[in-house]
T-cell receptor, first 110, second 112 residues
Framework: QKEVEQNSGPLSVPEGAIASLNCTYS??????FFWYRQYSGKSPELIMF????GDKEDGRFTAQLNKASQYVSLLIRDSQPSDSATYLC??????????FGGGTRLMVKP | DVKVTQSSRYLVKRTGEKVFLECVQDMDHENMFWYRQDPGLGLRLIYFSYDVKMKEKGDIPEGYSVSREKKERFSLILESASTNQTSMYLCASTPGQQFGQYFGPGTRLTVT
């Protein structure tokens, strides 16, 4: 069973801090990686994708990929209370299907 | 912007009823998906479709069927609703998995 694993949290950070969300995947054939944000009672929203090793920045968000370690992370700088949500990591597998992790709940405290 | 719409945000049905959940996307995506999401169980794939009139079973297809008569529309059917089908149902579409999936707003279905 190809899996994407995340710590369910909650991860609690103070407002203004950097939130670091982590994800590991088991399928070495995975090529594309995604981060979704899901507010309570809402549907997942795609916020970042990364295909290559290294960092990819978009505003306050940075996605990091290390294929050798099978590790993906999302950094949120200057965290705001509005960033409080569940963050889902997803990866394509060798069959080109998307596998989702269980999500990490982030709480940003004012 | 990608727009995926679902026919209802909230739905209450009785056990044994036939339930139709409809999903429409306006971006000419070939690939469409139906998931259910339950606390502690994450997103679970019910069915997906790569083309008109084509359907494939996901991880939990039992008790469900789907229909895709037009490219933009993908319907999920509960032939005889049961209480264990109470859940949040999410539709998604994508032009290709390498681009990620785009989700509709979801339908919270309660079966009593």
């Amino acid at each position: 069973q190809k899996e994407v694993e995340q710590n369910s949290g909650p991860l609690s950070v103070p407002e203004g801090a950097i939130a670091s969300l982590n994800c590991t995947y088991s399928d070495r054939g995975s090529q594309s990686f995604f981060w979704y944000r899901q507010y309570s009672g809402k549907s997942p929203e795609l916020i970042m994708f990364i295909y290559s090793n290294g960092d990819k920045e978009d505003g306050r968000f940075t996605a990091q990929l290390n294929k050798a370690s099978q590790y993906v992370s999302l950094l949120i700088r200057d965290s705001q209370p509005s960033d409080s949500a569940t963050y889902l990591c997803a990866a394509t597998n060798a069959g080109n299907m998307l596998t989702f992790g269980g999500g990490t709940r982030l709480m940003v405290k004012p | 912007d990608v727009k995926v719409t679902q026919s209802s945000r909230y739905l209450v049905k009785r056990t044994g009823e036939k339930v139709f959940l409809e999903c429409v996307q306006d971006m000419d995506h070939e690939n469409m998906f139906w998931y259910r999401q339950d606390p502690g169980l994450g997103l679970r794939l019910i069915y997906f479709s790569y083309d008109v009139k084509m359907k494939e079973k996901g991880d939990i297809p039992e008790g469900y069927s789907v229909s895709r008569e037009k490219k933009e529309r993908f319907s999920l059917i509960l032939e005889s609703a049961s209480t264990n089908q109470t859940s949040m149902y999410l539709c998604a579409s994508t032009p290709g998995q390498q681009f990620g999936q785009y989700f509709g707003p979801g339908t919270r279905l309660t079966v009593t």
